[in-house]
């Protein structure tokens, strides 16, 4: 298992657009993804859970990858945060 | 009037709201509301497990077709910002472990699909409805449609199976979605109890030509689904159990607005203009850029007010200054070489106050250039939005809410900052931009000689006027019909601003509801007002008036107008002013 943490760099945060890049990044990988913000647990494969999170720019979210590809997962999930997911 | 036994206890009752799309039609009522699909907690066999699942795979499947028919449909008439909620939700539907759980969740409890799609989803729900922003709530509301939908799918419900035949919905409100769905039945019209937040619906009905009324505030608790209505569109009036009278007086002026439509096709071309040749800027009031092809096809020549708050409909944060230019770059390129006027936010402290925001009187609290003034970022933010969009120099300022004249110098000292923080920038703008200055509250109209001397434009909003000058609230049942736009006090008043402006060197145009009035036409012009910016579906009729009469007649009709003491008879004079001109014009019923 690998953890890390990241902050929201976009300014409109985790919204539709972001959320949709993020599941479709993690859903390439076969590891299991987990994102934890104030204290509690989403499955990060999943666009309903991605947006109950509501992270606005600015918050910090746990990530957590286990699996055989779970390195490679980390990596391509934090460059998609510390790109802003492109968006300005 | 004709008296039919079986409907005595049926009273005739007059709801009065906003008209958001014109037209007349009669029928039986349907009451649409929100609330969930009655579910039920069942338990399922072990053995029919498997055909539980196949039902919700094919409902899941179905519910998914019919949001990519409602997105196709909502790019097309609403534009692609407006279609992504649409998306959101097919997104939903595709999500593979919340299906999954939905799955697993059905074979380890046997319990009944329904259920299991409600409560897993609800939880979701619940945790958006915890947060304390407005942006999330509205995303939970969201959830319940795509609940809604898969439930209903999965029960094989037609939504409509209670729909038979021709209807006028009734509800609370309408979103997009709805109209959309709505817009393949048989719809005869729309009455909802808010106003505002639906204009995306509004501006779907005018486009589909259904006539619809808003903000009618109580017609969903008045109106029962199966009751007969009339809807007038034009009047902004729902007639629930209407007595012969009314139906034959609806019928009449049906017919009458259909003929005098027919001759209005043909003068979106041609100008505003008297017979003794002064032509008049015709303008629209729009919200969305959406509509500018809808006012350019009615004849307008601008928009003489673009509502920015609109951007802020369904936001979780300000809309950033690139996001503004943005928008405003698009009206102002859509419109070009034709003018428009923004409006700076007109907004309440609730909108931007992090912290829940209550006013006992937010009419008269916190709103407008009070905002901006008080939080400078966003409204310097939104001038250099505005002044980017400007590079083609038909772009105007206006600031709303504006009831003293140092409001207005430090909002041009905010615009030089503005300016300035744009030339450091090396961004390029129109350096010459024009401002003026919305004139909506009492003491902004007696000190309009002062303001003129500083601005460049005035435009009367003549709603909030009359409602502060005779201190009445137009949504409070007891007291709406003590609104008066043909009141001496307000037309002395607005003289009064035109004659200001004038006085100044600066034009003074009008943005209220009294400027699309077909019965103020004559009179406004007699006044001097020099621009009338108006709801589109009304622009037609305000330039026939214009055309067919002599401004010098104009200014006798106001000397007259303005020697009469009360509206009665102010309202009575300019009918027959009016009819005498222009004889089969469809005028509005005296309604207060």
Redesign the interface.
Known sequence: MVECTVTIKNRAGLHTRPAATLVKTASRFQSEFTISKDGFDINGKSIIGVMTLAAEQGSTLQLRFEGSDEEEAMKSIVELFERGFDEQ | MEHDPGKTSQQELILSGIPAAPGIAMGLAYLYSKQMPHIQMKPIPESEVESEILRLQSAIARAEKELRKILSFAEQKLGPQSA?IF??QI??L?????IGTIEKRIKEELRNSEFIVFDE?GK?RR??MS?T?E??HE?AHE?DDVTNRIIRCVQDQKLFSRLEGESIIVSESLAPADTVIFSRNQILGYATDLGGITSHAALLSRSLKIPAVVGLRTATKQIHTGDFIAIDGYGGIIAINPTEETIDGLNRKAQRLKEFEAKLVGIAGLPAETIDHKRYELSANIEFADEIEFAISQGSRGIGLYRTESQLIGR??FP?E?EQAQDYSTVAEGLFPHPVIFRTFDIGGDKISPEPYHEDNPFLGWRGIRVSLERPEMFLAQLRAILRASTRKNVRIMLPMVSRLTEVRRAKEYLKQAKEELKARDTPFDSKIKIGVMIEVPSAALLANEISAEVDFLSIGTNDLIQYMLAVDRGNSAVASLYQDFNPAVLRTIKMVIDGGHKQGIWVGMCGEMAGNPLATVLLVGLGLDEFSVIPSVLPEIKQIIRSIKYKDARKVADKVLTLSTEPEIREYLTTVVKARIPDIPLEEQSG
Do not use: G
């Not at chain 2, 595709?94 to 919340?98: E, H, K, P, V």
């Open positions: 992504k998306e959101a997104m939903i595709n999500d593979q472990i919340l989803i979701y945790m958006m947060a922003d942006y999330m995303r959830l979780a944060s950033t690139d």
